[in-house]
Structure formats: C-alpha cells, structure tokens
C-alpha cells in the first residue's frame, strides 16, 4: 500500500527525510498553502509572500525528479484551509497504509500531527529533521549532566565533533572564540555591499498578486520583494555574502547605520531554516573562505558560531523545555506591547528605524533585535507573550522552535536564566557607541533625567530596582546595584518619576 508523504511548508530540502524511500510510482507527496498556518499570528506579508513562493518552487522541483504529488494552493476553492483538512482529503480520494513526516518545527504542530494516527486511524510515522546537526535526544544528552546550560560549551561540543575549525590540538588561531573582535562601531566610509537581490518570476509574482485578497490586513509591506526562492538563488545569496560581506562581519556584526538595513550580515536565516540552505553547506563555504585567505578569522568564526552553535543551541533548548517554556515570565512583567512596534510611530530613532526597516523587510540584523527592540521590551517590563507573538509575527526567519528561546531566553530573560546568564539591558550609551541613531534623535543620550534625556538611561535603572530582589545575587550584574546606590535620593526620585511618566505616555 502507498504512503502519504506530507512536507511542511519550512521543509524544503530534496534530502528531507519524509522523501526517503518514497516509491515515486505509488507514494503521493502533499503540499499546501493553507490559511491556518499563515494566519495562527498575522505573519509579515513578505514572509508568507516568501514562504508560498518558495513552496510552490520546491513543488515544480519534486515534479520535475519524477514524484507523485498533490499541491493545494491558497486560492484553490476545494482547499480545506488547514493542514489537517487537507490531509483527510487525500485520505478521502485514495488508499495509504501510513502518513509520513518529517518532524515539525514547532511544538503545536507536533501535537497535532501526534493526534492523527488516532484521527485518521493509521499509522503516523513522524521521522528526525536531518536538516539540523543536533538533534533534540542529543542536546538532551549533552544537557544531561549540567547544571547550567550555556551555548560557548556546547558549540565548543559541536566544533569538535564536526571537526569545525579545529587543529589536531585544538582550535584554530588558539581560541574557541573571538567575540571580543567583533563589536567595533560604525565608523565613516563604511563601504556596504549592496543585498542580494533576486527578480520576481512568473511564480513569484502569482503569488504576490493574491495576497492582498487573504493577508491585506496583516503587518508589513509587501513591495520591493527580492528574496531567493529557489535553492539555486539561496546558493547565490550565500556565495555573495561570503565573497562581499563575511570579510567584515566580523568587525561590524554589531554596528548599527541609520538607512543600512544590511550592513554586512548574511541575512540567509529565512533560506536556513525553511530548507533552502542547509547549515553544512554554509559552515564550509565561510570555512574554505578562511582557508584560502579571503575571509579573517574573526568574522569566519563568528558567523560559523551563529550557525553551528547559536542555532542548534535555541533549537535544543526549545524542545528539551517545551511546553512550559512558552509561560516563563521571570520577572512577572505585564505591561502591553506599545503601538509604535507596529507603526513606528515614535521620537525614539533607534526604535522608530528598526520598526521601519522591520516592516519594509521582514528582517533586522540580531543586534537590532537584542539590544534597541528587545533591549527596550525588557527594561520597559512588557509582556513576554505580547513580544514574543510580535517577533514572531515580523521576521521572515522566525519560527517558534528559534523565535521562543531567543526572545524568552536571550532578550527578555523570562526563563531566569536557563538560556542565558543575565540579562542584556542596557542604556542609551550602548545605542550610541554602536550605532548613528542617537544623532537625529529627538531625546538626548547624554541626559540622563528630564523630558529630553534618553528614555533608555532612566528605563535601565528602573528595570534594575524593580527587579532587584532577583537579579542582585547574579555576579554579573552586582556592580551595577553599587553603583545605584551611591546614588543621591533626588537622583533615585527622578529616575522613578521620569520612567512612570514615560511608561504612561506609551501604554496603548
């Protein structure tokens, strides 16, 4: 009897392991765009844009090696508008002695599909994502006998098990890593390359017309759209960051430019973690690149650290600590997401410029992400659920199994350290040193009190005092709380005066 192979729509990889065996004579593959998946959060236009596009690719890729297929569209009047529906609907016109999957990305959708064999009484073979190089009964093997689960010693793990940048006694250059090296400023001249860009096709383009019809509503702005679609074009997209870019990512990784939404990262996490690169493929190209002397150390293992390490390490953590993790809120924060991370509508131009280039592309690079966005969600004490589902929502990369560590973890550090040891909060002097921001800004980061200071240097210290029984014991952030203290009693009142007449002013 035949099998139904079912791919996901972020499963896009010839080598997925649900097309193992499949009898292309018998076997039908399903595929489908379905309004459920696109609209559980109201996905940013041009990562549902990217995502059917890229799907229906993968599609005439599979037919073309000669599989067995079924693709439902979005406008397909038949369509069941949800994965299941339209999983019974196949079940309905043909005969299966067993579904076949690949292991999903995210843990609602575990659930159901483990609620199928008795839904649909037949077997549910669900199959290990090799598109990872851990996999989660490893990482829970590493976990094992820690106490404290930190990403430097298990990419130190990984290096050495993929024999990654390593000597026969140890690793390259000496160090496991060169962190230090990476977070110079942005300095006058920089000259960026311009992104890789692809032109929409026939496909594409289909697929661009009928969004309005289904996600007009949702967030972002869908023109200008160029990414890859295809795996050739990711293939590309790889090639011209490390021949163009990874050079000095290393230096600038964390600089910040007002109207640089690029800078010099490779922005292919949409491509990695939809299935149009794999994370082997981009390891070695950026490893030959240092070997043939195009690319420093310090910016090839920064970018293979992000990868190999920083990548499978939220992934293990997402799937060794769900369900529970998505209702971790360390420090009990409440407060409502303000309206400016939808419209950027605010004097804050650190704020306002990363909501903007956000909404254009459904991209930030990570420091924009941590340290102005997430850096102003933590110390404003807003809810973790409320952030979480508006990162979720924006980025084209974002999937929950990467989004929830990240932002839980990293950003909001609402596990309370499982992810990571202290919190990132930080004032505008960070803002400043990294990036151009603060110069066309309408508040003053040198001020530190008043309607024109920096909301951030008045928010950071709040955050502190308001969550001090917690965080004073953590050596990390210790000093800090001295230092508050020296503090005169006019300097403490003006810090909680300025930040409640602020917080007020934003709550929707």
């Not at 030959?288 to 390490?309: H, M, S, T, W």
């Not at 807003?382 to 989004?403: G, I």
């Not at 909060?425 to 066309?440: F, P, V």
Request: hydrophobic share 40%.
């Amino acid at each position: 009897m035949p099998a139904l192979r079912i791919i996901l729509g972020d499963q896009l990889s010839p080598s997925l392991t649900a097309l193992d065996g499949c009898d292309k004579d018998n076997d039908l593959i399903l595929m489908c765009e379905v309004q459920g998946e696109a609209s559980y959060v109201k996905h940013h236009k041009k990562k549902i844009a990217f995502l059917f596009s890229a799907m229906r690719h993968f599609k005439e890729t599979l037919v073309e090696n000669g599989y067995r297929l079924r693709y439902t569209k979005l406008d397909d009047p038949l369509n069941a508008r949800s994965l299941a529906g339209e999983a019974a609907r196949c079940l309905d016109e043909f005969s299966f002695d067993r579904i076949v999957v690949t292991h999903p990305g995210e843990f609602r959708v575990l659930v159901e599909i483990q609620s199928w064999e008795e839904k649909f009484a037949l077997p549910v073979e669900i199959r290990a994502d090799n598109r990872f190089l851990c996999s989660p009964e490893e990482f829970e093997q590493w976990a094992e006998q820690r106490k404290q689960l930190r990403m430097e010693y298990f990419y130190r793990h990984m290096r050495q098990r993929y024999s990654v940048l390593m000597n026969p006694d140890g690793p390259v250059g000496g160090k496991w890593n060169y962190d230090a090296e990476n977070r110079k400023p942005p300095k006058e001249g920089l000259d960026i390359p311009r992104p890789y860009q692809s032109q929409p096709d026939d496909i594409t383009n289909d697929v661009l017309n009928i969004m309005a019809d289904f996600f007009d509503d949702h967030f972002g702005e869908l023109e200008g759209f160029h990414y890859a679609v295809t795996h050739a074009q990711a293939k590309v997209a790889l090639s011209s960051f490390i021949d163009q870019r990874l050079p000095q990512f290393g230096d600038y990784q964390d600089a910040m430019i007002e109207g640089e939404a690029w800078m010099f990262h490779a922005h292919i996490g949409l491509y990695l973690n939809c299935g149009l690169l794999l994370p082997m493929e981009c390891i070695e190209a950026a490893e030959k690149a240092y070997d043939q002397g195009k690319a420093p150390l310090n910016a090839v293992e920064g970018f293979i650290r992000q990868i190999l390490g920083w990548r499978e390490f939220v992934r293990g953590i997402y799937w060794l600590k769900m369900p529970d993790y998505a209702d971790q809120n360390y420090f009990d924060a409440n407060r409502p997401l303000p309206d400016f991370y939808w419209t950027a509508e605010t004097q804050m131009n650190c704020l306002r410029q990363c909501v903007l280039e956000t909404k254009a592309n459904a991209y930030a690079h990570h420091i924009q992400r941590l340290m102005v966005l997430g850096n102003f969600a933590l110390i404003a004490g807003l809810s973790p659920k409320d952030v979480n589902e508006w990162f979720l929502v924006v980025y084209a990369d974002a999937y929950e199994w990467v989004e929830l560590p990240n932002v839980s973890g990293m950003v909001l550090f609402a596990d309370g350290g499982i992810l990571a040891s202290k919190p990132y909060a930080a004032g505008g002097s960070y803002i400043n040193k990294m990036s151009n921001y603060c110069t066309s800004c309408r508040y003053k980061v040198a001020k530190k009190n008043g309607p024109d200071a920096c909301p951030f240097n008045y928010l950071y210290w709040d955050f502190l005092v308001r969550n001090r029984e917690k965080l004073a014991p953590n050596p990390r952030i210790g000093m800090m709380y001295r230092t508050y203290d020296r503090m005169g009693k006019d300097k403490k009142q003006a810090i909680g005066e300025d930040t409640h007449r602020f917080l007020k002013s934003i709550t929707p």
